[in-house]
C-alpha cells in the first residue's frame, strides 16, 4: 500500500516534468521562431532600403547628366540639381534626398597635391577657412601631418605618429588621402564640437580639384584670400545672384592671388547625395559621391551608410 503509495508519487512528478520541460521547450521555440521573424524582417528591410536608394541614385545620375547636357558651361544653386527633392512615397515608406556640390567646400585632399607634396597654397586657404570659423589655425599643420606621407611633425603644431601613440587607444597617423572628412576626428585638437562647424566647408575629394564660386558658402568664399571677409563674401553672393558669376576672373581678380585666380572655377564634377529611406520601422541614411565625367555620365565612387 505504502509502495503503490510512493509509485504514484513519483508517476505525478514525472508527469509535472515532462510538462515543464515541454512548455519550457515550446516557448524557447517560440522566442526562437519570432527572433528568426524579426531578424528577416530586418534583413529584408534592409536590402529592400538599400534597392530603394540605389534607385534613387540612379535617378540622381540622370539629372545629372540631363543638366551637363542643357548647361555644362556653369553649375550653380539656380539649377534643378540643387533643389531639394520632394518626398518620394515608395512602397510601404518615403525617400528624401538632396544633392549638394562637393566642389563648393574646401577639399582636405587639396592640402597634398597628386604628387604628394603640401601645397602651401591650399595650406593658408585652410588656414583662413578654421579660422574664419574661430578654430586654431594651427590645425591645418595637424589636417596636413595626417596626410602627408613622412612622419616628421608640422612646426609649430603637427601631429604625426609620435602624438598619436600617446593617445588611449593609440594609433598612427593616415599618412595618406582621406575618404572622409569625418577622419578628423582622429586628428589631435578636433574634437566633436570643432568637427560639427567645420564639416559643412570641407569635402574628401581625389586632390587637384577646383572651387566652385558659384555653389561656395560665404566662409568658403572667406577662405580664397586675406581680401575678402565675410561682408565681402556676402557680396559676392549678392553679386551672384540666384545663378553664375557671369565672369569668374573679372569679379575675382585683383582680390585673390593670381595662384588662387587658378584654382576657381564655375563647374563641377563632385558631387553628393544624401538619401533618407523610412520602411516602416527601419530608417537608411546613405552617402554617394558621385563623379560626372564630361559626357555628363554620373557614377558613384563612394558609398557609406549612416555617416558621409
Ligand atoms: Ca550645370
Ligand atoms: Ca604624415
Excluded: C
Amino acid at each position: 500500500m505504502k509502495l503503490r503509495h510512493r509509485q504514484r508519487g513519483v508517476a505525478v512528478l514525472t508527469a509535472m516534468l515532462v510538462v515543464t520541460l515541454g512548455t519550457m521547450i515550446a516557448v524557447n521555440l517560440m522566442w526562437i521562431s519570432s527572433l528568426d521573424q524579426r531578424r528577416t524582417a530586418a534583413a529584408l528591410a534592409s536590402e529592400q532600403a538599400l534597392l530603394y536608394l540605389q534607385g534613387a541614385e540612379a535617378w540622381v545620375g540622370d539629372i545629372l547628366r540631363l543638366d551637363q547636357i542643357e548647361s555644362n558651361e556653369s553649375d550653380h544653386l539656380g539649377e534643378i540639381w540643387a533643389i531639394e527633392i520632394a518626398p518620394l512615397p515608395v512602397d510601404g515608406g518615403l525617400i528624401t534626398g538632396r544633392i549638394e556640390d562637393l566642389q563648393g567646400r574646401f577639399n582636405l585632399n587639396n592640402l597634398i597635391t597628386p604628387q604628394g607634396q603640401v601645397d602651401e597654397l591650399a595650406k593658408r586657404q585652410f588656414e583662413r577657412l578654421l579660422a574664419t570659423l574661430q578654430l586654431d589655425p594651427l590645425l591645418a599643420g595637424v589636417v596636413t601631418d595626417w596626410l602627408d606621407a613622412d612622419s616628421e611633425a608640422s612646426f609649430p603644431t603637427g601631429g604625426e605618429d609620435a602624438t598619436y601613440a600617446g593617445m588611449d587607444p593609440p594609433y598612427r597617423a593616415a599618412n595618406g588621402f582621406v575618404t572622409s572628412p569625418s577622419e578628423l576626428l582622429a586628428n589631435a585638437g578636433f574634437d566633436l564640437e570643432s568637427y560639427r562647424l567645420l564639416a559643412p566647408y570641407v569635402a574628401a575629394l581625389p586632390s587637384g580639384t577646383r572651387l566652385n564660386v558659384n555653389t561656395a558658402s560665404d566662409v568658403v568664399l572667406a577662405s580664397l584670400s586675406d581680401d575678402i571677409d565675410l561682408s565681402i563674401a556676402a557680396a559676392l553672393i549678392e553679386e551672384r545672384g540666384g545663378a553664375n558669376f557671369p565672369d569668374i576672373a573679372a569679379s575675382f581678380e585683383g582680390r585673390v592671388e593670381a595662384d588662387m585666380l587658378g584654382r576657381i572655377d564655375g563647374v563641377t564634377q563632385y558631387f553628393q547625395l544624401t538619401g533618407t529611406i523610412v520602411l516602416g520601422t527601419y530608417q537608411l541614411t546613405m552617402y554617394s559621391l558621385l563623379e560626372r565625367d564630361p559626357s555628363g555620365l554620373a557614377r558613384a565612387i563612394f558609398r557609406s551608410l549612416g555617416v558621409p
